[in-house]
Structures are given as C-alpha cells and as structure tokens.
C-alpha cells in the first residue's frame, strides 16, 4: 500500500461543467476525510466518512457539492456547476478510527482550476 | 478567528541556517501535526505530538500543552527543505483537524 491516492492530480474545466475526484485511502482506513485548500491558506474541512457512513459536513459544502464512499473503500467528491470560486487544491486524508491522530495520512491533492 | 495561528508567514533562510517556526492554537486538542506542503501539492505529515519533543533528522517539533503552543526547527536548513510547513492541531472534540495558514520556507544556497 503507498499510501493515499488520490486522481486526477490535475483538473481544468470550463465553468459551469461538472467535475468529479477519487481518493483511494490506505486500505485498513476506515476513515476518509475530504479538505479544500485555496491558495495561501491551510486546508478547510469539507466531509468525512467512517465506512460508508458520511458522518459529518462543512456547511462549506454547498448543494454542489457531493461526496459518496459507497463501499466504504474510495471515495468520491463530485462538483456541479462549477464557479471560479472553487477553483483550490482538493485533499483527501484517510484514518484508522480509534486511532485519533496517528497515522493520519494525506494524499498529494487535485488541483482544480475552472476557467 | 483562526483557532491555529501560525508564525512567520513567510520566511527566507540561508543555507545552514537554523529555522524555527511557531504555531500557536486556542482550543485544547488531543495531537499536533506539523506537514509539509511541496511546491504541487503533496503533503507529508513531519510529525506527530502530543507531548514533548521529536527529532528526525534536522527536523525537531517540540509543544507545550499549557501554553497551546508548538515549534518546528531545522538545523541546517537546506534548499531543499524549501517548502510550505503547516500546523494541523486534533481537537479534543471531532473528527476534524484545524489547520494554520502555513509557513511558505525558502532556503537560499
């Protein structure tokens, strides 16, 4: 396993247009966690899974946005219609429940750039 | 409000030069990250604490849980340790991590 995967690493689309990303974490995680980072600042919580189960939301995430992890293996973030304004780095992290903070592991990102 | 403050917000370092950079949270937390962010993306977790101090290489995270408050060092700094260092601070509470604004390190041979 080497680690957290996540495709495409980089993604250019027209406003407007729907775009969707995949992260495939370490496979004994059974936490899944999606990020947005916009140029200059850390990352911003959007979602997070344990199993299948999206336990918790961002109110970041508009109604645009949607994430599923429908075998509780990887995961996906879809946007609809997108605007410049997301248009940011998209992480995904994955972790082993009970395990608080050891082992949490990043993924290197999609980059999404709407034109 | 920023629950994770992280100081400088950028910085320019010679080469061989010690580094520290400073993170400072609001909210008591169970385990402190501190990740480094290369140029495209990628983020490497450095360290994980909750107590004390670690070493790695150059690399030396400290924190002190009274006074909220981590460090990160490098001992002679290298250009490649040139890089964005983030702090990500576990609450005590949720499954989420607060993170500061970053570090943006350049290190000039």
């Known amino acids: 396993d080497t680690g957290v995967s996540q495709d495409p690493r980089h993604k250019i689309t027209k406003r407007g247009q729907n775009v969707t990303f995949r992260c495939d974490p370490i496979?004994?995680?059974?936490?899944l966690y999606w990020y947005r980072q916009t140029l200059g600042q850390g990352p911003e919580f959007l979602t997070y899974?344990?199993?299948?189960?999206?336990?918790?939301k961002s109110r970041l995430l508009s109604d645009r946005f949607s994430a599923e992890r429908p075998k509780g293996s990887f995961s996906t973030l879809e946007i609809q219609r997108t605007e410049q304004g997301d248009s940011a780095m998209y992480l995904c992290?994955?972790?082993?429940?009970?395990?608080?903070?050891?082992?949490?592991?990043f993924g290197s990102g999609t980059r999404l750039t709407v034109v | 409000k920023n629950e994770v403050e992280q100081s400088p917000q950028n910085l320019t370092a010679q080469e061989g030069e010690f580094i520290t950079i400073n993170c400072s949270y609001s909210?008591?937390?169970?385990?402190l990250h501190w990740l480094q962010q290369h140029p495209g993306g990628g983020i490497v977790s450095l360290f994980m604490?909750?107590?004390g101090k670690k070493k790695h290489g150059r690399l030396i995270a400290t924190i002190n849980i009274q006074e909220k408050h981590s460090s990160l060092h490098i001992t002679a700094s290298h250009p490649r340790d040139s890089a964005v260092y983030i702090c990500?601070?576990?609450?005590?509470?949720?499954?989420?991590?607060?993170f500061g604004t970053g570090t943006s390190l350049t290190v000039i041979p």
């Open positions: 992290a994955s972790s082993l429940a009970g395990q608080g903070a050891v082992g949490y592991t």
């Open positions: 496979s004994e995680h059974n936490r």
């Open positions: 899974f344990q199993n299948e189960a999206q336990l918790e």
């Open positions: 909210v008591g937390i169970s385990a």
């Open positions: 604490l909750s107590s």
């Open positions: 990500a601070a576990k609450p005590n509470t949720g499954n989420q991590f607060y």
